[in-house]
């Protein structure tokens, strides 16, 4: 299977975990990271507070590319509606390490699509159960430091994954981009297609 893109793809990230997810395409693509502040003022809901900080990365990168087609993306973590973005510190991972212990948590990931004639949005949803972990467990992968730079404070495709049980719904939307989703969205666009010279 071949794709091809029919406009100028920007992703609008810092994440190498987003950049290797998108490479699944096997399409050409620019990284752009926007560089903002990943805050907002105001009350949201996660998934709209998602989308709205994927929406200004992804407008950041779009006025200095009017004719491109640029994707941002934005993850949290709900637990007990309570929101967990990037530690700040150790101190702070493990703090989040030690809610995530033996329950259940939503990890939402919001996806925003610009360009000229685009604008759409979508936030897709993923449950996540923890083990219960023991102190041991949860010190040693604070030390490590890869907790520091992913929401909720862990990385399931890193030792992190190593305190998953189970997981209802799209994996990669936990590493950080719904990848089969924004396929499907791209393909509706037709921002992208199948290679035709391939079928014949």
Do not use: W
């Not at 590319?65 to 929101?83: K, S």
């Not at 390490?97 to 759409?120: P, R, W, Y």
């Not at 799209?170 to 981009?177: A, F, P, T």
């Amino acid at each position: 299977m071949k794709l091809i893109a029919n406009k100028n793809i920007i992703l609008a990230t810092e994440s190498p975990r987003r950049k290797e997810l998108f490479s699944i395409l096997g399409i050409p693509f620019e990284v752009q990271p926007s560089g903002i502040v990943e805050t907002l003022d105001g009350v949201y809901t996660p998934e709209e507070m998602a989308i709205k900080i994927a929406h200004n990365k992804a407008i950041v990168i779009a006025e200095k590319n009017p004719d491109a087609v640029v994707i941002g993306a934005d993850t949290t973590v709900r637990i007990n509606e309570e929101l967990l973005t990037k530690p700040s510190d150790k101190l702070q991972a493990k703090e989040f390490m030690k809610k995530l212990s033996g329950n259940t948590h939503q990890v939402i990931t919001g996806v925003s699509i610009l360009g000229a004639n685009v604008s759409i949005a979508f936030a897709e949803s993923t449950l996540v159960k923890f083990y219960d972990l023991t102190d041991e467990q949860i010190d040693a992968y604070v030390q490590s430091g890869d907790p520091l730079d992913k929401a909720g404070g862990y990385g399931i495709q890193t030792m992190g994954g190593l305190f998953v049980e189970k997981i209802q719904g799209d994996y990669n939307n936990v590493v950080g981009l719904p990848i089969s989703r924004l396929f499907q969205t791209l393909l509706k666009l037709e921002l992208i297609e199948f290679d035709k010279e391939l079928t014949k």
